[in-house]
């Protein structure tokens, strides 16, 4: 996925050693302090990799979190389903956000002149739009005309992303050694209500 490629790419460029193809199926720890993960070393016993603090940025449904039994609360059920890609070739200044009834599009610039676009449905409709992806995602992006002519002049560059299970919550992001970011502590519903937006960052 192009995130991955961005955020593996600058731990790279900041000094950080990157092991790919690497999980992490328990944690070290030190009484209820977590202290670093077990490596496993072929045809020798496993090698522990110690750490100030092992961080969690392994998405909703984190394995770190999981593991640390980090408790959730505000929990919302889902009520949406989404699909995305990028796209190249759009004409794009800045995200632009069009709520409409059971829709929600987002289209944003990314990195190498890319364009993300995300497309939201009830959650109710997610195995309809599972059956056929790409029919149900360009007839949402067909509901904005002028996104659509933009996008339909680009070319999609990756297979289509998406889930059903999108509740909301928040997680008890820290503890003794270890610390949650992104959407493993926190992942917002999306919200269908209010008219076109367009961020322009500032410069």
């Known amino acids: 996925m192009i995130l991955d490629k961005i955020l593996l790419n600058a731990a ?9 193809r690497f999980s992490v199926e328990e944690l ?7 202290t670093g993960i077990p490596r496993p070393v072929s045809g020798r016993r496993p090698v522990q990799e110690e750490a100030r603090i092992v961080i969690g940025a392994d ?7 999981r593991m640390v039994d980090a408790p959730a609360y505000n929990e919302q059920p889902a009520t949406s389903c989404a699909y995305y890609s990028y796209w190249s070739n759009v004409s794009i200044q800045a995200a632009e956000l ?3 009834p059971e829709r929600m599009l987002i289209a944003a610039p990314t990195n190498d002149g890319l364009t993300l676009l995300i497309s939201y449905w009830p959650q109710t409709a997610f195995d309809q739009v599972r059956a056929d992806i790409e029919g ?3 007839q949402a992006l067909d509901i904005v005309p002028s996104l659509a002519e933009r ?7 990756e297979k ?3 889930s059903g299970d999108l509740r909301g919550f928040f997680r008890r992001p820290f503890g003794p050694g270890w610390a949650l ?9 999306s919200d269908y209500r209010g008219g076109d937006h367009r961020f322009v960052p500032r410069r």
């Open 181 to 189: 970011v992104g959407d493993a502590g926190y992942h917002k519903e």
């Open 136 to 138: 149900e995602f360009m």
């Open 160 to 162: 289509f992303q998406g």
């Open 12 to 20: 790279v460029d900041a000094g950080v050693e990157v092991r790919e």
């Open 151 to 157: 996008f339909r002049a680009g070319s999609r560059v």
């Open 28 to 34: 070290v720890t030190d009484g209820d302090r977590v």
């Open 59 to 65: 998405g909703v449904r984190s394995a770190i979190a």
């Open 98 to 100: 069009y709520p409409r």
